[in-house]
């Protein structure tokens, strides 16, 4: 099994893919914990989500931003965005099969009211920036013109104790000019 592991991480390396399994594992080794939301001074490369009322009072206070649970004994990540506030949202993030893990995959369940869903970005993605794109085959909203989340970016820095989350919204098929992108520091 270590063998397989293994193979698995040096083929990512190799090819520049990192593979399902080895990127929900390692979501579960950094992502959770509670995480704060970084001052205003450091939400930079943001399109001003973080200046939102029900945001902008929580900029670099202990109040949680986002908390990361591992759930399901170790099948699921569960993400809760913004927690008690009118922006509060919640992503799940899966493995197609727990145990022959060929898609990551996510739902999110967002404040838009609509429910997108999402699958891993193999090619885009590394152990420092999760990608996850839209699915069109399994999710409708994906490929309407109702404005819903599209993207989203998981960026990881300094040693995986900061990270930068971008919820990328597309509207009437193109990218909107507004997006929801914050910046977060790990609790300790």
């Not at 939102?52 to 004994?73: C, F, Q, S, W």
């Not at 309407?144 to 919204?169: F, G, P, Q, R, T």
């Amino acid at each position: 099994m270590r063998k397989a592991l293994v193979t698995v991480a040096l083929a990512s390396l190799l090819f520049g893919e990192m593979a399902p399994k080895e990127a929900f594992d390692h979501m579960k080794k950094v992502l959770p914990g509670v995480w704060t939301l970084s001052p205003a001074k450091d939400q930079k490369d943001t399109t001003g989500a973080h200046n939102h009322p029900a945001v902008k009072r929580m900029l670099g206070t202990d109040k949680t931003g986002v908390e990361y649970v591992v759930i399901g004994n170790g099948s699921a990540i569960k993400e809760e965005l913004l927690p008690n506030t009118v922006r509060w949202m919640v992503t799940m993030y899966h493995c197609d099969d727990y145990h022959n893990c060929k898609e990551l995959r996510a739902t999110h369940y967002c404040a838009k009211q609509n429910q997108p869903s999402f699958i891993f970005n193999t090619k885009a993605s590394t152990p420092t920036k999760l990608v996850f794109d839209c699915d069109e085959d399994r999710s409708e909203v994906c490929d309407s013109d109702e404005a819903h989340v599209h993207h989203i970016i998981l960026e990881l820095s300094n040693n995986n104790k900061h990270l930068k989350s971008s919820y990328i919204v597309y509207k009437d098929g193109e990218r909107h000019t507004k997006h929801s992108i914050y910046h977060f520091d790990k609790k300790e």
